[in-house]
Structures are given as C-alpha cells and as structure tokens.
C-alpha cells in the first residue's frame, strides 16, 4: 500500500522541537505539554 492519508484534511502537521509532542490542527504557537517551540511538518510530500 502506499503511504497516502486520504482522509487527512486541510490540516497542518506539528511536532514539538523539545519533546516530540505532535498534534494535527490548524495551527499550534507553542507545545501544550512543554509549551515549547513547535515546527509546521507539511505532509505533503512526494
Ligand atoms: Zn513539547
């Protein structure tokens, strides 16, 4: 099977720098567990 979410909506994928923390929202400004730094990982990929 090929790795393709066809049910993921137009979300954003985010994951904490400090401890891993990931969540799919919309839109996350800092980690809920360590508040701290969090990146945007764009599912999008080839
Ligand atoms: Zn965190």
């Avoid at 099977?1 to 400090?18: G, I, N």
Wanted: glycine share 4%; net charge negative.
């Amino acid at each position: 099977m090929v790795y393709d979410d066809p049910y993921t909506p137009e979300r954003s994928y985010y994951e904490c720098l400090d401890c891993g923390y990931r969540e799919t929202t919309d839109s996350l400004e800092s980690c809920p567990e360590c508040r701290g730094r969090v990146r945007n990982i764009a599912v999008a990929r080839e």
